[in-house]
């Protein structure tokens, strides 16, 4: 079984190929609601050439497709169509998650939000506090993780990302200027670029920690709180509050979504 899983973030889209076994490729490409499935198909093959495997798209034996952008769904749905010759699953579109989702609107949660809950849910136990950092930064508990599937979508909160926070910063304020996220020396800025990047990074952590310290309050019993998404890593090192950083949390989910509906 070759599967193309494909992760689609409002800023970026991940393409990673499980063979049956383990992930074996995974690629990043900025999020364009305008690309085509022409577009993305001349970018995948390149990708494959250069890995130099002998594999090709014609290989995927399936595809799932998980997506916050809805304007893009229709041209990866003509993807998979076309070049892999296959139907794609489409989280949100009668796919069978196997989660109970215990929020108001059960319809309203985020694709995103679900599929890391079930890829928690797969490798953790007990109640879990889940922090994905991206474009936005979302905080979800998922309650009776036994590390083999079961639980609960609980509901969460959704906070602006960190590069979100830096691009208002600089177009609001003229004199402002346009810099990376990097963990700063100092909490003390001694220049302009420095006290930004400090106001930033640990306006963040503070950010991080208070929301995790209120919501475990809230929440009354233990939980383990993990980190995971593209800018996750800037973290790690800097705040006690996540216990663990895992970067495969979505397409662990999107592997296990796959295997509830495809009977494997």
Not at 60 to 74: E, K, Y
Not at 132 to 138: K, N, Q, W
Not at 218 to 231: D, H, S, Y
Request: hydrophobic share 45%; net charge negative.
């Amino acid at each position: 079984m070759m599967l193309l899983a494909i992760e689609q973030g409002n800023t970026n889209t991940l393409f990673a190929v499980h063979d049956g076994q383990e992930w074996i490729f995974q690629w990043r490409t900025a999020t364009d609601p305008m690309r085509t499935a022409d577009e993305y198909a001349v970018w995948l093959h390149q990708l494959f050439e250069m890995r130099g495997q002998g594999l090709t798209m014609a290989d995927m034996d399936g595809c799932i497709i998980s997506s916050v952008v809805p304007q893009s769904i229709f041209n990866l749905r003509n993807l998979a169509r076309r070049y892999l010759s296959v139907e794609p699953l489409v989280i949100g579109e009668n796919v069978e998650l196997g989660i109970e989702v215990r929020i108001h609107k059960p319809s309203e949660a985020g694709a995103d939000r679900l599929v890391n809950a079930i890829g928690a849910l797969q490798a953790y136990e007990g109640d879990l506090l889940l922090i994905d950092s991206g474009t936005a930064t979302t905080f979800d508990v998922v309650s009776g993780a036994n590390g083999k599937g079961g639980g609960a979508f609980e509901g969460g909160l959704i906070a602006p990302g960190i590069n979100l926070s830096l691009q208002a910063l600089h177009e609001a304020a003229a004199k402002l200027p346009r810099i990376a996220i990097q963990r700063p020396e100092t909490v003390i800025g001694r220049d302009t670029v420095t006290s930004m990047q400090s106001g930033v990074f640990w306006g963040y952590i503070a950010l991080i920690e208070g929301l995790v310290d209120r919501i475990k309050a809230e929440w009354g019993k233990p939980m383990t709180v993990i980190g995971t998404g593209g800018v996750a890593s800037l973290f790690e090192g800097a705040t006690d509050s996540i216990d663990r950083f895992d970067p495969d949390l979505t397409i662990r989910g999107l592997l296990e979504i796959w295997r509830r509906n495809s009977h494997l």
